[in-house]
C-alpha cells in the first residue's frame, strides 16, 4: 500500500490543482506536496452522522481537516462513532478534490481513525514541519519536478514561500516537550485489559462499553473487538451473562 503523506490542514485547504501521474491523480497543495493517501492527527472537534456515513472536524495548528467516513470504511465509521469531541485522533485518509478552479477543494475520505494522546500530536507536528520545509527549499531552488510542477499550477513567489514557513512556525510553537520513550508500542489487549478497569462491578460491563472503552484508549472498534476475544480466549476475562463482560 502507498504511504501516507502529511500535511497541515492550512496547506491542504489551499489545494486547488490535481496531476495526473503514471500510477493515478494526485492532489497538489501550494507547498508542493502531492496527495493521495494522507496521515493527519488533530483535535477531534465535532462529529456528525450515523449509520453507513459520519463526518469530522479535526484541527491542527494552522486550520481544519473535513474527513468522511462511509461505507467504504466500515471499521472507521464505528470507530467514529464511539468517539466523544474533544479528543486528538489520528486519522489515514484518500485525497481528492472535487469542483474546479476558485471553487474548487479538498475532501478527505477516512480509512482507519484511532484516539491518540498530544504527544502523538506533537511528533506529527514535527514530522509534518519537516516534510513541509524539504518542500519549501524544493520550491525556492526549483530543485525537482514536483517542486516545478507546483510553482507553474500556482505561480508561486518568494514572497508566497516566506508565509508558508510562517505556517510551520505557528505549528512548531504548539508543540511541548517530548521525552525519550513516550511512544513505546502497547500490545492491543493489554491496552484494553488497562482501560477496562475494575470490570465494572459484580456485574462486568456490557460488550458495547468495553468496546468503547477501547477506543478511547487508541484502539479501532475493529482492534477493541479482537483484544476482547484474545482476554477470553487467555481467560483474563469471562461473559457472566448476555452481552456483558468481566474481569477475573
Same mark, same amino acid.
Given at each position: 500500500?502507498?504511504?501516507?503523506?502529511?500535511?497541515?490542514?492550512?496547506?491542504?485547504?489551499?489545494?486547488?490543482?490535481?496531476?495526473?501521474?503514471?500510477?493515478?491523480?494526485?492532489?497538489?497543495?501550494?507547498?508542493?506536496?502531492?496527495?493521495?493517501?494522507?496521515?493527519?492527527?488533530?483535535?477531534?472537534?465535532?462529529?456528525?452522522?450515523?449509520?453507513?456515513? #459520519?463526518?469530522?472536524?479535526?484541527?491542527?495548528?494552522?486550520?481544519?481537516? +473535513?474527513?468522511?467516513?462511509?461505507?467504504?470504511?466500515?471499521?472507521?465509521?464505528?470507530?467514529?462513532?464511539?468517539?466523544?469531541?474533544?479528543?486528538?485522533?489520528?486519522?489515514?485518509?484518500?485525497?481528492?478534490?472535487?469542483?474546479?478552479? /476558485?471553487?474548487?477543494?479538498?475532501?478527505?475520505? *477516512?480509512?482507519?481513525?484511532?484516539?491518540?494522546? +498530544?504527544?502523538?500530536?506533537?511528533?506529527?507536528? =514535527?514530522?509534518?514541519?519537516?516534510? #513541509?520545509?524539504?518542500?519549501?527549499?524544493?520550491?525556492?531552488?526549483?530543485?525537482?519536478?514536483?517542486?516545478?510542477?507546483?510553482?507553474?499550477?500556482? *505561480?508561486?513567489?518568494?514572497?508566497?514561500?516566506?508565509? #508558508?514557513?510562517? #505556517?510551520?512556525?505557528?505549528?512548531?510553537?504548539?508543540?511541548?516537550?517530548?521525552?525519550?520513550?513516550? =511512544?513505546?508500542?502497547?500490545?492491543?489487549?493489554?491496552?484494553?485489559?488497562?482501560?477496562?478497569?475494575?470490570?465494572?462491578?459484580? +456485574?462486568?460491563? /456490557?460488550?458495547?462499553?468495553?468496546?468503547?472503552?477501547?477506543?478511547?484508549? *487508541?484502539? /479501532?472498534?475493529?482492534?477493541?473487538? +479482537?483484544?476482547?476475544?484474545?482476554?477470553?480466549?487467555?481467560?483474563?476475562?469471562?461473559?457472566?451473562?448476555?452481552?456483558?463482560?468481566?474481569?477475573?
Amino acid at each position: 500500500m502507498e504511504p501516507a503523506g502529511r500535511v497541515f490542514a492550512r496547506d491542504f485547504s489551499a489545494a486547488r490543482h490535481t496531476v495526473d501521474s503514471g500510477d493515478g491523480s494526485y492532489v497538489v497543495t501550494p507547498t508542493g506536496a502531492w496527495c493521495r493517501r494522507l496521515f493527519i492527527v488533530g483535535a477531534l472537534t465535532e462529529k456528525k452522522g450515523s449509520g453507513d456515513v #459520519m463526518q469530522a472536524r479535526i484541527a491542527d495548528p494552522t486550520g481544519t481537516f +473535513r474527513v468522511t467516513a462511509d461505507w467504504q470504511s466500515p471499521d472507521a465509521v464505528e470507530t467514529l462513532g464511539y468517539i466523544e469531541p474533544p479528543a486528538f485522533v489520528a486519522v489515514t485518509c484518500r485525497a481528492t478534490l472535487t469542483g474546479s478552479g /476558485s471553487r474548487a477543494y479538498g475532501v478527505l475520505d *477516512g480509512e482507519t481513525i484511532n484516539v491518540v494522546n +498530544r504527544t502523538v500530536r506533537d511528533h506529527w507536528v =514535527l514530522a509534518t514541519a519537516g516534510a #513541509m520545509l524539504d518542500r519549501l527549499e524544493a520550491l525556492r531552488d526549483g530543485g525537482d519536478e514536483r517542486a516545478a510542477t507546483a510553482l507553474r499550477l500556482y *505561480g508561486t513567489t518568494d514572497e508566497d514561500i516566506r508565509d #508558508m514557513a510562517g #505556517m510551520v512556525r505557528t505549528a512548531l510553537a504548539t508543540v511541548r516537550y517530548i521525552a525519550p520513550g513516550d =511512544l513505546e508500542p502497547v500490545i492491543g489487549r493489554d491496552l484494553l485489559l488497562t482501560a477496562l478497569g475494575d470490570g465494572g462491578g459484580a +456485574r462486568g460491563i /456490557s460488550l458495547d462499553d468495553a468496546v468503547a472503552a477501547g477506543v478511547r484508549s *487508541g484502539l /479501532s472498534a475493529r482492534d477493541a473487538k +479482537r483484544a476482547l476475544e484474545e482476554l477470553i480466549a487467555a481467560g483474563e476475562c469471562y461473559l457472566p451473562a448476555s452481552g456483558m463482560i468481566k474481569l477475573i
